[in-house]
């Protein structure tokens, strides 16, 4: 367990490219929220819900979005502002696949640094990242000025971005950061999956 860190599972999106509630879309057996939420668990003792509007059936805290259509911005500093711990993990509930050895392996290189940032095809993953409570006020800052990418934020942010070399021993196939964005990606993911 990291007991210094709060699992931040993000379920607040629109879901445009789907055509529904990602969250709830059943994927092998439970929705893609349950699934995220229970690998969280394994590692945190501490997990909470970022939402736009609160959701039934979660049993977990939730915390809404202080700036609507702030996107996942909007949900890390809202979330942020609430946890105890001095870490927190964000994860989106589109992302089955994630594996505590990633996480885990991520959280090793926290040490003097505010966020945690793996790096997949050349591509910063910011839903899948480690960020220290203590940067909240820069964060807060860009969501005030509506600059609402998290890719632009971590420029302002001391970050230790973790390359594919480095995560493939957790993760041989980097399964861990296929997100399920379009119906297409569920029907890749599915006959994975069997």
């Known amino acids: ?65 202080e700036q609507p259509d702030g996107g996942p911005l909007a949900g890390l500093v809202a979330s942020l502002g609430q946890i105890t711990t001095p870490w927190a993990f964000m994860v989106a509930c589109d992302m089955p ?38 940067c909240l006020a820069p964060l807060r800052e860009n969501l005030a000025a509506q600059q609402n990418s998290l890719r632009g934020v971590l420029k302002q942010l001391d970050v230790r971005y973790v390359g594919e070399a480095e995560l493939l021993g957790a993760d041989a196939q980097l399964r861990s950061f296929f997100d399920l964005d379009t119906p297409q990606d569920v029907e890749a993911a599915m006959s994975g999956v069997r």
């Open 1 to 65: 367990m990291i007991a210094d860190c709060t699992a931040i599972v993000m379920a607040g999106g629109d879901s445009q490219r789907m055509g529904t509630d990602k969250a709830s879309l059943l994927f092998d057996g439970q929705t893609l929220l349950q699934s995220v939420i229970a690998t969280m668990q394994q590692v945190f003792p501490k997990v909470i819900v970022s939402v736009r509007q609160p959701r039934a059936g979660i049993e977990l805290p939730q915390i809404c979005d």
């Open 97 to 134: 696949f994630v594996v505590p050895e990633v996480v885990e392996l991520l959280a090793g290189y926290r040490l003097k640094h505010q966020a945690v940032v793996p790096v997949v095809h050349g591509h910063p993953q910011p839903l899948a990242a480690f960020y220290a409570a203590s």
